[in-house]
């Protein structure tokens, strides 16, 4: 199964995107599924991640009551509503999912945001 991240842009601060991830099959085998992104020079940070039995979520402090994880087993797709954005979460972002205790090692192409002040 492959994970399909998109609807990255380009955007002013304060404004909103949502990014879905498709997978290309079920994703009753992921655990759980997140959200990562990686700014110029920096690591790769987690974003917010979702499990997949009661839906617990977990977001990064800077991003929390602004973000918005959720998922949709019946369409096989994650999203990441982002709500006013500032020019800190510039960056690429990827979803992932961990299957058998691991994160999938193929990370993608990612999907570029970039939030202008």
């Known amino acids: 199964v492959r994970l399909v991240d998109s609807g990255g842009g380009f955007v002013q601060a304060g404004g909103s995107l949502r990014l879905p991830c498709a997978a290309s099959g079920s994703t009753c085998s992921f655990n759980v599924m997140g959200w990562y992104r990686q700014a110029p020079g920096k690591q790769r940070e987690v974003v917010a991640w979702?499990?997949?039995?009661?839906?617990?979520?977990h977001y990064a402090d800077s991003v929390k009551d602004r973000f918005t994880i959720s998922r949709d087993n019946a369409k096989n797709t994650m999203y990441l509503q982002m709500n006013s954005l500032k020019p800190e979460d510039t960056g690429v972002y990827y979803c992932n999912a961990i299957v058998g205790g691991r994160w999938l090692d193929d990370w993608g192409q990612g999907t570029q945001v970039t939030v202008s002040s």
């Open positions: 979702i499990t997949s039995s009661v839906g617990t979520t």
